[in-house]
């Protein structure tokens, strides 16, 4: 999935669900957190939507300043995790079918 795409995707679930609607020109470097935007239950809600939306489960462990500090952030960490599962998800070569 495109980066773009990602992005873009965790915007509007912020802006009408965490902002109800008020799009205050959230782009991929404003401050989230600095700006109050992301509290811990809205970023509970949207370590929610991620899983349902991008198929990645947030380890407690990822849920740090670092990725949720602003949507390219998130954006990083949501792409990093969907490489992580298809990686882990290959058949290494020359092991398909044996035993």
Not at 74 to 83: C, D, E, G, P, S
Not at 93 to 99: D, E, I, V, Y
């Amino acid at each position: 999935m495109e980066n773009a795409v990602v992005l873009e995707t965790i915007r509007k679930f912020l802006v009408d669900e965490v902002l109800e609607g008020v799009n205050a020109n959230v782009t991929a470097d404003t401050p989230l957190l600095e700006w109050g935007v992301l509290s811990s239950m809205s970023t509970m809600r949207l370590v929610s939507f991620l899983s349902e939306r991008f198929g990645v489960e947030v380890p407690s462990g990822e849920v740090v300043g670092k990725n949720f500090k602003d949507l390219g952030s998130i954006t990083a960490m949501v792409l990093r995790m969907r490489a992580g599962q298809e990686d882990g998800a290959k058949v290494p070569a020359g092991k398909a079918g044996t035993s």
